[in-house]
C-alpha cells in the first residue's frame, strides 16, 4: 500500500494535467472525450459480462435499469428516455417477455397501453447488473471526495441536451429516499 502526503490531493480529485480549466485547449477537450470512452467503457464491461451468459447486450441492460427504476413504466416511456426506434426497442422487449423476465400488462386507465415491470428473475438480475457499477461508482467517488463528486454530476448533467436536461434530472431523481 503506497503513502501519498496528507495535503496532496488524489489524482482522481483533480483535473488530469492540473490545467487551468476555463481555457481549455483542443487537446484538453479530445483528452476530456477519451476520458468518457475509457470510463464508460470499463463501468459498463462488469454489466456485459454477466449480460453476455444470457445472450444479452447493451440495450437489454438499458431496458431492465429503467423498467426496474419505473415498475409500470409504457412502452412509449420507454421509447422516449432511450431515443431508440420502436423496431430496436420491441425486438429487445420480445426477447426479455420471452425469457421471463419483462412482464407486459394491459393498462389499467387505457388498455391500449402496456405496462412494463419486471418479473423476480428480470429484477434479480437489473440487480446484480446495478450491484457490479455501483461498486465501481462507490470506490471512484470515495476517492474523488465530496465536491469532485458534485462536480462530476454537474459536468454530466451539463452534457445532457437543454431541451432534455430537466427530464433526464426528475428521471433520476432518488426514488429510494
Not at 496528507?6 to 481555457?23: D, Q, T
Request: glycine share 6%.
Amino acid at each position: 500500500m503506497s503513502h501519498k502526503p496528507a495535503s496532496r490531493p488524489s489524482r482522481a480529485a483533480k483535473p488530469v494535467g492540473g490545467e487551468n480549466l476555463l481555457f481549455l485547449t483542443d487537446a484538453q477537450l479530445r483528452q476530456g472525450v477519451e476520458l468518457m470512452f475509457f470510463a464508460y467503457r470499463d463501468m459498463i464491461a462488469d454489466a456485459d459480462r454477466l449480460l453476455a451468459d444470457r445472450g444479452y447486450g447493451r440495450a437489454h441492460h438499458r431496458c431492465l435499469h429503467f423498467v426496474w427504476r419505473r415498475p409500470g413504466l409504457s412502452v412509449t416511456e420507454l421509447l422516449e428516455i432511450l431515443r431508440v426506434t420502436k423496431q430496436s426497442l420491441n425486438r429487445v422487449l420480445r426477447q426479455l417477455v420471452a425469457d421471463d423476465m419483462i412482464r407486459s400488462t394491459v393498462g389499467d386507465v387505457d388498455r391500449r397501453r402496456r405496462a412494463l415491470v419486471l418479473t423476480e428473475e428480470g429484477e434479480a438480475l437489473a440487480r446484480a447488473l446495478s450491484s457490479a457499477q455501483n461498486e465501481r461508482m462507490r470506490r471512484v467517488f470515495r476517492e474523488a471526495g465530496p465536491e469532485a463528486v458534485q462536480a462530476f454530476k454537474s459536468v454530466l448533467a451539463g452534457m445532457i441536451d437543454d431541451d432534455k436536461r430537466e427530464a433526464a434530472l426528475a428521471l433520476i431523481e432518488d426514488r429510494d429516499a
